[in-house]
């Protein structure tokens, strides 16, 4: 069965500080693919990154990178001097073929000046 | 291009009482599903469509009812409130085309069952 985990429930830091939010999945599907969203305080979902199960490049977008390891089962989100604009939370979710999205229970970041 | 559009925003009911949560898109995607935000519990599958006439459970189906008859429309029916059913509902849709499956998502009713 699918499963996402995201350990970190929240987490604090001091802007301009770099943050890293975890993920691991679980699948027995070998397609797959893996996404981040932000849900900042206003409450939408905004799409950041996806990810299909084979394509393990790193991925770097100004501030924002992602570190896929098929061998760990982990997707890594990090930020990189962070601001009080990526106060939110953040999910990881994972989508088998078919479109069904499971997401992780989401890790709440506070970006404090 | 509205997107996904749900309504409505924000909703209160008294136990027991029923109603219909709108969704609708106008992107042609095949792929609709609600989804409920509880704190701590990140976003959890309710009922998802693969296009119009088929519908499944996802992960917490039971007190909620669906039906896709349009490609543009998936509503989300609560026959008989109820307090747990409390909770921020999400609709979205995407492309079942492998390789495209970004879902786009609703701006999302909140919902409180008293």
């Known amino acids: 069965a699918q499963k996402v985990t995201q350990a970190q429930t929240e987490i604090s830091v001091v802007e301009k500080e770099d943050v890293t939010l975890d993920c691991v999945y679980e699948t027995r599907d070998t397609t797959y693919y893996l996404f981040w969203y932000k849900q900042p305080p206003s409450g939408e979902l905004v799409f950041l990154i996806r990810r299909n199960s084979f394509d393990e490049q790193n991925e770097i977008s100004g501030r924002y990178s992602w570190n896929f390891q098929k061998s760990t089962s982990s997707f890594n989100f990090t930020i990189t001097a962070s601001q009080v604009v990526d106060s939110a939370v953040y999910f990881c979710a994972l989508s088998e073929a078919g479109g069904k999205l499971i997401f992780g229970q989401g890790t709440e970041l506070s970006v404090k000046p | 291009n509205a997107g996904v559009t749900q309504t409505p925003k924000f909703q209160v009911l008294k136990t027991g009482q029923s109603m219909t949560l709108q969704c609708a898109q106008d992107?042609?995607?095949?792929?609709m599903s609600w989804y409920r935000q509880d704190p701590g519990m990140g976003l959890r599958l309710i009922h998802y469509s693969v296009g119009a006439g088929i519908t499944d459970q996802g992960e917490v189906p039971n007190g909620y009812n669906v039906s896709r008859s349009t490609t543009e429309d998936f509503p989300l029916r609560l026959l008989s409130a109820a307090p747990s059913q409390t909770s921020v509902y999400f609709c979205a849709s995407s492309y079942l085309r492998t390789g495209y499956n970004e879902q786009f998502f609703g701006p999302g009713t909140r919902l409180t069952v008293l």
């Open positions: 992107m042609n995607h095949e792929y």
